[in-house]
Nanobody, 119 residues
């Protein structure tokens, strides 16, 4: 498994931007599909975005398409989530996760970083 540490969360006004980072340990980072999830207060955790091993393929929840961008730098063992045009409903704890293959579950998770968007 890989260890994940998120950073970059904070408080921002609606319409603003934040960039989350997720640093991974281990030398096999480039073999993992990486994803971002979020959990709002009182709600279940939901998928936000994912990126393939190479970075050539990305996937987004409909609620964030056109506003969020996931990317990765395999040389730095880091995956990013650029969040623009933030809305109050984007508020929540954002988690980074890794999966070894399409068939596998996301088995490695970070501790999460809080994002709060004020109206």
């Amino acid at each position: 498994q890989v260890q994940l540490v998120e950073s970059g969360g904070g408080l921002v006004q609606a319409g603003g931007s934040l960039r989350l980072s997720c640093a991974a340990s281990g030398r096999t980072f480039s073999r993992y599909i990486m994803g971002w999830f979020r959990q709002a207060p009182g709600k279940e955790r939901e998928f936000v975005a994912a990126i393939s091993w190479s970075g050539n393929n990305t996937y987004y929840a409909d609620s964030v398409k056109g506003r969020f961008t996931i990317s990765r730098d395999n040389a730095k063992n880091t995956v990013y989530l650029q969040m623009n045009s933030l809305k109050p409903e984007d508020t929540g704890v954002y988690y980074c996760a890794a999966r070894g293959s399409i068939q596998a579950d996301f088995g490695s998770w970070g501790q999460g970083t809080q994002v709060t968007v004020s109206s």
